[in-house]
């Protein structure tokens, strides 16, 4: 490539990273605060003993827990063996993906308030609408009966064993993170907000750079032909743009920073803000193995309905 091009990507990068690196702090800091406390651990045992509320706090749980797409699931492979219904365990996996308080905040100063509280407000559409649209699947009959694929592992004192565990013994890979107990919190805090930060970071670093390559190197026409255009088809064509794209909720706001600049639909913007997490392809590859295959067609088939829905009520009101 040009020396001119190297140079323009190199600035972009460096803007990004500077525009963002203290917010980027604030935001680890905050996990290894709910961390710290356990507030995210406290609130998913409610979800099992939520009763007809459990949807609701579902999509809390989601909202409140910095996790992604993959690291929701040993709390649904555990909420699953201990017969949660699947009702709130979609609503749990559509949130997670998408919302966080991290990621409220990166996507407050890498795209503006008004894409934090779109963000904000498409998560809960998207969780409660996927809880309660496969409740009613489940009252069709579409749903009923068994769901779960995995086999249950016990450890030798007749307990549970953990999701990695769990994992492992039916070919699933799970992510998994040995923690130290701490003799003061302060110390676990610390630990749990430098996990954070190498795990965010280097997603985040790597979206950036994605970002300068998508501002210097795609072409507008590119853009305005698939998705630039305020149209029906171009929330369309964002959500199975979204559909393999490996972005969590941190990654996708500096490729959607990148896009917006090129001059993408804000309606289709919006759409991919939402599918391109729900529709992470490893997390789908995990499911696949924990779930009956109907269950994982109904979590696509909901969540990337709600995201089109959301893309297009922004055309149509904005």
């Known amino acids: 490539m040009p020396e001119s091009v190297w140079i323009q990507m190199l600035t972009v990068i460096g803007e990004e990273i500077a525009r963002m690196w203290w917010f980027f702090l604030l ?18 045992g409610w979800v099992n003993r939520a009763g007809a509320w459990g949807i609701f706090l579902a999509v809390v749980v989601g909202m409140v827990s910095p996790l992604c797409a993959c690291g929701i699931l040993p709390i649904v492979i555990s909420l699953a063996l201990m017969g949660t219904p699947i009702a709130p365990l979609i609503a749990l996996l559509a949130t997670s993906p ?40 489940v ?11 995995l086999r249950p592992v016990y450890r030798e004192d007749g307990t549970l064993a953990s999701a990695y565990e769990i994992g492992t013994a039916n070919g699933i890979a799970v992510r998994t993170m040995t923690v130290v107990p701490r003799a003061k919190r302060l110390r676990f805090i610390f630990d749990r907000t430098l996990d954070a930060g190498l795990f965010i970071g280097k997603y985040l670093l790597l979206a950036i750079v994605l970002e300068a390559l998508i501002v210097t190197l795609v072409p507008i026409s590119w853009i305005t032909v ?13 959500a199975l743009i979204g559909l393999p794209l490996p972005t969590n909720q941190i990654p996708i706001i500096p490729i959607l920073a990148g896009l917006l600049e090129r001059g993408i639909d804000h309606g289709a913007a919006f759409t991919l803000l939402m599918a391109g997490p729900v529709s992470s392809i490893p997390a789908i590859i995990a499911l696949w193995g924990m779930f009956h295959r109907r269950v994982v067609l109904s979590f696509l088939a909901v969540t990337l309905a709600g995201a089109v829905l959301l893309g297009w009520g922004y055309q149509l009101f904005s």
């Open 139 to 149: 009252n069709c009959g579409f749903l009923a009966g068994e769901l779960v694929r």
């Open 226 to 238: 698939l998705v630039g255009q305020k149209s029906l088809l171009s929330v369309l064509a964002a």
């Open 98 to 137: 998408i919302m966080g308080p991290d990621a409220l905040l990166l996507t407050w100063r890498g795209l503006g308030p008004e894409w934090a509280m779109l963000k904000l407000g498409g998560a809960a559409f998207i969780g409660l609408g996927a809880g309660f649209a496969t409740q009613w699947l």
């Open 27 to 44: 935001s680890i800091v905050l996990v290894g605060v709910i961390k710290g406390y356990k507030l995210d651990l406290q609130i998913r």
